[in-house]
């Protein structure tokens, strides 16, 4: 059918008079200045977004700054917001973070510690040790491990590390080291995909080099390959740090909610995420000030962390160039500094250098040890898996008929119904806006330019502004500047900005799939460029359009932080519209996350949480096989190729 | 000279039983079969490698000269479904043997690649790679075996001031040439190069070339190349391959002189299909 209308294209002009076709050419030209400015419009969403949160967070907050004074707020050691009702002349008084500070800093230097090393290792014996069959197997669990909700992490933290600990410790369990433990289980996924990738992009060439020189595989692997993929594996620390650092219900339900210092690892906590999570719902007034004030100082610290991650990836293409980076030589230095004093410090003790044989046996052991030590690390990360995963299903499948009956079955009902029409919604407002974005940036940009380089750069940062953070936003913009109140279109309108980023990289990728040599065809049968994307390329991204929806829906069920101010978590009736007071709803995770922190009715949260399990590895599984699939009918393809050629 | 230089530095050539690289003959290949899964590579090569000569491996694409050249450090190892038969003795110890400490093998048996390699470190680094792993941890004696393989390479003056730099940010024939330096430093007794200038320019094409015959006074040097008058300038010995057999091993003046076989002939003069 598109070929019958291109021929007709073709044909209308007339071919005799050269003032006609010039005419024509410019009416074309112009059409694509038009189409073009709409696409450069929904890319530059992401950049709007980034600013519209800074602006309306930092405007917000300036009325808890000028009453209680910034370092007051940073620095005081005290958070008392009723003792401010008693005595409302002593605001700064009443208002201190610092305490919050300490600990999500605590929470999430220590999560990522673990975490990081988790993460590394893992990913280590999956990309050189792993067994083929066993590999792919990993893989997938490492997708549904990532996909897991937030709340779930934070639920099975509640039920299952925090007994254990205030077992072995006598206390109430809750606390920094709960926390951690569960921050760590969270972002270790994060961290092993990435530092994975990061690995298998490491030319083999190294490999054979450091092996043609006498280093045995663990010696080739933890001195060649693994700092030939530092930069990657950095990226993933840091990713994963924003993570944990941003994360807010998951640390809410383990932290145990005292606005102090720590007193130990196993005492009771406060962080800067958990502190709005607790007190957004019902604060007014300074206190909600307050808040989005707290709200600043972790986007200030996350939008840190993803500058830093922009130079990192900068650093990498330096190497990649052969160029040397700022960062680098710096680290040069740094490290010659140190070799140095360890020379000297070996000098002064009289160390004398043994040679040859025996240390290179010694040396070669280490390398020995930290391959077990990567083998031990997976064995623990898999026995998590299966701990969290079989300790859910042991509890929650016993009590599924709990949550099939009585006033259960309805809240199910609405919850079920809450999610359902907050995914269409979103996904009706984002994938439109998305897919003109990516079609802006690989059809219509200039590839490399710097209006490209910032919308890429401002779409990663939205990407990694956390949930709670979005939470506040639409809190003050749609529910209550634009006096939607907490609807169902207030959720979906924040939640479809955290999917956008998502959205756009998928789409992008499957845009960069599609062979320029189908859009040259369609160009030369006469077809506009717009005609070109529509009928040519979009019908082949659909998968990667594809794959970008089943991701953003598993993205939705998994929210929590940023739906509870937004859209509400109540389940009292069944929303009539989609806007204006009573309209809220709920999701399943934010229901499951509402009954595991009024700690009420747990037997129908692990009802709950063996059917988000199910969901998530529905999705994720089913994304995989898809992804596996395409792959191999491409292989497949590619053989028949190849194959008369060599025969 | 520089070799007892480095003696002295310490770098030992490992373990002096194992490995005997004083004998006349430094490779001594028996009767060979290689098979990857069910291709036979190569079929019956039996070739004595001398200490001290230049030996070229010549023959049309595919006929097994890398296979050949990677089965004497072992490096085939890392290929799944490879299987040799027949006996290979380096240093007068059979590689195949049981109880061969692969690591000090490759050290002493060193290798080249085609395209050059160099690890995203350091120029001093990458040099410094080997004695490292063979446990030399004092800064004065790595500066000395960095200095000593810098020049043996003759890319000193080039790269003295550049030592920290990355090795990624040098030249395609400079990287190639620093890959000779990092496998010298290792100092090996043997140098195996699979076509080191087939990436290269003229110009540092002929500056490998002459390393090569300033190299053969201290190690013996397999090298594998297309290249027809490279292999006549710089080769004592050469052996041209044919559908993975040996058809003719002799002198390099004889070769290309007079070869004894009509294939042989027939390839060097490029009549070959
Ligand atoms: N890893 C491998 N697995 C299976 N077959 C291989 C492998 N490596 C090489 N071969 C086959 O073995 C034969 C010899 O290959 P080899 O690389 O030794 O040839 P070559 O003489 O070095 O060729 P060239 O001059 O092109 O480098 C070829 O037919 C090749 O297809
Ligand atoms: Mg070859």
């Known amino acids: ?647 | 000279m520089q070799r007892k230089n480095k003696a002295e530095n310490g770098v030992t050539r490992g373990n002096a039983s194992d490995f005997d690289f004083n004998r006349e003959v430094a490779i001594s290949i028996n009767n060979m079969n290689l098979w990857y899964s069910s291709f036979h590579a190569i079929k019956n090569v039996s070739m004595d490698i001398k200490k001290g000569e230049v030996t070229a491996f010549i023959g049309p694409s595919g006929c097994g000269k890398s296979t050949l050249l990677k089965s004497l450090n072992r490096m085939n190892d890392l290929v799944p479904g490879c299987k040799i038969t027949g006996k290979i003795e380096i240093g007068g110890k059979d590689i195949y043997g049981a109880g061969v400490d692969l690591p000090m093998l490759r050290k002493n048996v060193g290798m080249v690649f085609q395209k050059p390699n160099p690890f995203p470190k350091s120029v001093y680094d990458n040099i410094a790679y080997a004695p490292r792993l063979f446990g030399v941890r004092d800064k004065a004696t790595l500066d000395n075996i960095v200095e000593t393989s810098l020049r043996r390479s003759a890319m000193w003056d080039e790269l003295k001031d550049r030592l920290n730099k990355s090795a990624l940010g040098l030249s395609g024939g400079q990287q190639q040439r620093l890959c000779i330096a990092r496998a010298l430093a290792a100092d090996p007794a043997i140098l195996l190069m699979d076509e080191p200038t087939s990436a290269l320019d003229p110009i540092s094409t002929g500056k490998i070339e002459e390393l090569c015959d300033e190299l053969k006074k201290t190690v013996t040097v397999v090298i594998v190349t297309h290249n027809m008058q490279q292999a006549a300038r710089i080769s004592d010995k050469t052996a041209f391959f044919l559908l993975g057999e040996v058809i003719e091993f002799d002198d390099t003046a004889k070769i290309f002189s007079n070869p004894s076989h009509p294939e042989t002939e027939r390839y060097i003069s490029g009549r070959f299909g």
């Open chain 1, 1 to 647: 059918m598109s070929l019958c209308e291109n021929e007709q294209v073709v044909s209308e002009p007339p071919a005799d008079s050269s003032k006609n076709t010039k005419l024509v050419k410019q009416k074309g030209s112009r059409k694509i200045q038009f189409e073009k400015h709409i696409f450069f419009a929904c890319a530059l969403l992401s950049i709007v977004a980034v600013a519209a949160i800074v602006i309306f967070i930092f405007i917000n907050s300036v009325p808890a700054f000028s009453k209680i004074g910034f370092f007051q707020f940073i620095f005081g050691t005290k958070w008392f917001p009723d003792g401010y009702k008693t005595d409302p002349s002593n605001a700064s008084e009443y208002f201190g973070i610092f305490p919050m500070i300490i600990n999500s800093l605590c929470v999430t230097l220590l999560s990522l510690l673990f975490g990081g090393i988790l993460g590394v290792f893992s990913a280590l014996f999956l990309v050189y040790w792993c067994p083929a069959k066993m590999k792919k197997i990993v893989e997938q669990l490492i997708n549904v491990f990532a996909g897991i909700p937030s709340v779930m992490y934070g639920f099975f933290g509640l039920v299952f590390i925090v007994p254990i600990l205030a077992k072995m410790t006598g206390t109430t369990g809750l606390g920094i080291m709960a926390c951690t433990l569960v921050l760590m289980l969270m972002i270790l996924p994060t961290i092993a995909s990435m530092s994975k990738n990061a690995l298998k992009s490491v030319p083999e060439s190294y490999y054979e080099g450091a092996i043609a020189l006498g280093a045995t595989k663990e010696q080739a692997i933890f001195t060649v390959m693994l700092p030939a993929a530092k930069s990657g594996v950095v990226s993933g620390l840091i990713m994963g740090m924003g993570r944990a650092v941003g994360e807010a219900m998951a640390v809410k339900l383990v932290a145990g909610g005292v606005a102090a210092f720590p007193e130990g690892l196993f005492s009771p906590i406060r962080t800067m995420t958990s502190s709005i999570a607790m007190e957004m719902g019902y604060a007014s007034g300074l206190q909600r000030d307050a808040l989005i004030a707290t709200g600043l100082i972790l986007l200030v610290f996350v939008l840190f962390l993803n500058f830093a991650l922009a130079r990192v990836n900068r650093a990498k293409a330096a190497d990649n160039g052969g160029r040397t980076s700022k960062a680098g030589k710096a680290n040069e230095n740094v490290k010659g500094f140190s070799a140095e004093v360890v020379y000297i410090g070996r000098r002064m003790f009289g160390v004398k250098e043994p040679i040859a044989e025996p240390v290179y046996k010694k040396k070669g052991i280490i390398c020995l040890i930290l391959k077990y030590f990567s083998f031990v690390v997976t064995a623990f990360v898999g026995l998590c898996l299966v701990v969290i995963v079989g300790f859910i299903l042991v509890n929650g499948l016993p009590n599924m008929p709990d949550l099939f009956s009585g006033d259960a079955v309805g809240e199910l009902g609405k919850a079920i119904f809450g999610t359902v029409a907050l995914i269409f919604l979103t996904l009706v407002i984002a994938v439109p806006l998305g897919i003109c974005a990516a079609i802006y940036l690989h059809e219509y940009s200039r590839p490399g330019s710097r209006t490209v380089k910032a919308i890429r750069l401002f779409n990663d940062t939205l990407g990694g502004v956390p949930s709670i953070v979005f939470g506040l936003f639409g809190n003050i913009v749609f529910v209550s500047w634009m006096g939607m109140s907490q609807c169902l279109l207030a959720g979906a309108l924040t939640m479809a900005l955290i999917i956008l980023p998502t959205v756009i990289r998928a789409v992008e990728e499957s845009l960069i799939a599609v062979p320029d040599s189908l859009r040259e065809a369609s160009l030369a049968l006469g077809a506009s460029k717009l005609q070109t994307v529509f009928k040519v390329v979009l019908p082949q991204a659909l998968p990667g359009i594809f794959t970008a929806i089943v991701l953003s829906i598993g993205r939705i069920v998994g929210e929590s932080a940023a739906l509870i101010f937004t859209m509400g978590s109540s389940l009292a009736f069944l929303p009539q519209g989609i806007v204006g007071r009573g309209n809220a709803s709920c999701t399943l995770t934010v229901y499951m996350y509402v009954l595991a922190n009024e700690g009420a009715e747990m037997n129908i949260a692990y009802a709950l949480a063996v059917i988000l399990l199910l969901i998530v590895a529905v999705i994720y599984v089913g994304l995989g096989l898809l992804e596996h699939f395409g792959k191999n009918k491409g292989d497949r393809k590619c053989k028949e190729k190849i194959k008369p050629k060599t025969a």
